[in-house]
C-alpha cells in the first residue's frame, strides 16, 4: 500500500543526545515536510523540500537539520541545540493536484 | 503572511446533530486552497475537505461540507448527523502558490460528540 512511514512510533531520549527520526514515502510525492506539535496546539512547519538534495526552514527551524538524498526520504535530526524537543512530529508528503497534505503516523518524542 | 484563526477551542454536539466548525484566514494572494483535516486521539491526520479559492460552489464530502465565504475569508467546517466517532481535533489549513505551497495550520477545535 502507498504511504507514509515514520519510524520509530515512541522515542526516548537522554538530554543532550541527538536523534533522528525517519519518514519513508513510496507515493513519488516531491514535496515532503515536517511539523512539530505540541499539545493541544496546532502544526507548526519545521523544514520543508520541495525536491531532491534541496530543503528550506520552516517557522522552528533552529535547533533541528534534515536531508534530502532520496526522493523517498526526509530524516528529520533533533539536536541537542533544541532546547524544548518533547513533542509530537509528523513527517508529511504532497503531488501535485490540490496540494493536499498525506501525514505519516507521526512520532512521538520524550526527552528525558 | 497567511494566518489561520479558529476561535473555538472546544466545542460539543449532541450525538445525530449538525456542527459548525469556524475558520477564519488572511490572506492577500488571489489563489489559494484550505483544507479541512480530523486528528483522532491516536494523532493521525486525515484528510477531510478542500476549497480551492476560485471555486464557485462550497465543497462537500460526505457528511462534511465547507461554508466557504470568500469575502469574509472564513471557511467553516460542517458535519452533519454527528456521530461519536467525530470526536477529535480539528484543523483548519491553507497553502497558497505565493508562498511556495507549504501549509499551515490553525490552533485547532476539539470536537466532543455527546451521546
Known amino acids: 500500500d502507498g504511504g507514509i512511514t515514520q519510524s520509530p512510533k515512541y522515542l526516548f531520549r537522554k538530554e543532550g543526545q541527538n536523534v533522528t527520526l525517519s519518514c519513508e514515502q513510496n507515493l513519488n510525492h516531491d514535496a515532503m515536510y515536517w511539523y512539530r506539535q505540541d499539545p493541544g496546539q496546532g502544526l507548526r512547519l519545521i523544514y520543508y523540500?520541495?525536491?531532491?538534495?534541496?530543503?528550506q526552514k520552516g517557522d522552528i527551524a533552529e535547533g533541528y537539520s534534515v536531508s534530502r538524498e532520496k526522493k523517498e526520504s526526509f530524516p528529520l535530526t533533533v539536536t541537542s541545540a533544541q532546547k524544548n524537543p518533547t513533542a509530537f512530529y509528523l513527517c508529511?508528503?504532497?503531488?501535485?493536484?490540490?496540494?493536499?497534505?498525506?501525514f505519516g503516523e507521526g512520532s512521538r518524542l520524550t526527552v528525558l | 503572511a497567511q494566518k489561520i484563526t479558529q476561535t473555538q477551542p472546544g466545542m460539543f454536539v449532541q450525538e445525530k446533530e449538525a456542527v459548525t466548525l469556524d475558520c477564519t484566514y488572511d490572506?492577500?494572494?488571489?489563489?489559494?486552497?484550505l483544507f479541512w483535516y480530523k486528528q483522532p486521539s491516536s494523532g493521525e491526520m486525515i484528510f477531510l475537505i478542500y476549497q480551492g479559492s476560485y471555486d464557485e460552489q462550497n465543497a462537500t464530502e460526505g457528511r462534511y461540507s465547507l461554508n466557504f465565504q470568500k469575502a469574509r475569508k472564513s471557511a467553516n467546517l460542517v458535519i452533519s448527523a454527528s456521530q461519536l466517532g467525530d470526536s477529535a481535533m480539528y484543523f483548519c489549513?491553507?497553502?497558497?502558490?505565493?508562498?511556495?505551497?507549504?501549509?499551515?495550520f490553525g490552533a485547532g477545535t476539539r470536537l466532543t460528540v455527546k451521546p
Open positions: 523540500s520541495q525536491i531532491v538534495n534541496d530543503f
Open positions: 489549513a491553507m497553502i497558497s502558490p505565493y508562498n511556495n505551497n507549504d501549509m499551515r
Open positions: 490572506t492577500s494572494d488571489q489563489s489559494y486552497g
Open positions: 508529511a508528503s504532497t503531488g501535485a493536484g490540490t496540494g493536499e497534505l498525506f
